[in-house]
């Protein structure tokens, strides 16, 4: 069965950190770019970073730039986010995601996305 959980989620005071991970089970994660996305209620999904299997490139939305670091490990067929300094307007249901690495230029794009975890949920608040 193919399956991504997303874990590490919960509640953190404005300047915390959180890590969260994405473990893959049922197919590898090579040959795949790994996104992460999050959504708050009320508002459209977002990509906020992605990992390239090819050369490692990372990409980030620039609102998470500086606080967050995506990491894959292939041989644990798990990624990460490491997440600094949150702020309350993190606060949301967090998503990773795998792209065919050809797609890699639409990887802000949740439609072309072919495999979802359940999400784990975020909440920045004091």
């Known amino acids: 069965q193919v399956q991504l959980v997303e874990s590490g989620g919960g509640l953190v005071q404005p300047g915390g950190s959180l890590r969260l991970s994405c473990a893959a089970s049922?197919?590898?994660?090579?040959?795949?770019?790994i996104g992460w996305f999050r959504q708050a209620p009320g508002k459209e999904r977002e990509g906020i970073s992605c990992?390239?299997?090819?050369?490692?490139?990372?990409y980030y939305t620039d609102s998470v730039k500086g606080r967050f670091t995506i990491t894959r490990d292939n041989a644990k067929n798990t990624a990460y986010l490491q997440m600094n300094n949150l702020k309350s307007e993190d606060t949301a249901v967090y998503f990773c995601a795998t792209l065919p690495e050809n797609l890699i230029w639409g990887w802000e794009t949740w439609a072309l996305y072919d495999h979802w975890g359940q999400g784990t949920q975020v909440t920045v608040s004091s």
């Open positions: 990992i390239s299997d090819s050369d490692g490139a990372t």
């Open positions: 049922g197919f590898t994660l090579d040959g795949y770019v």
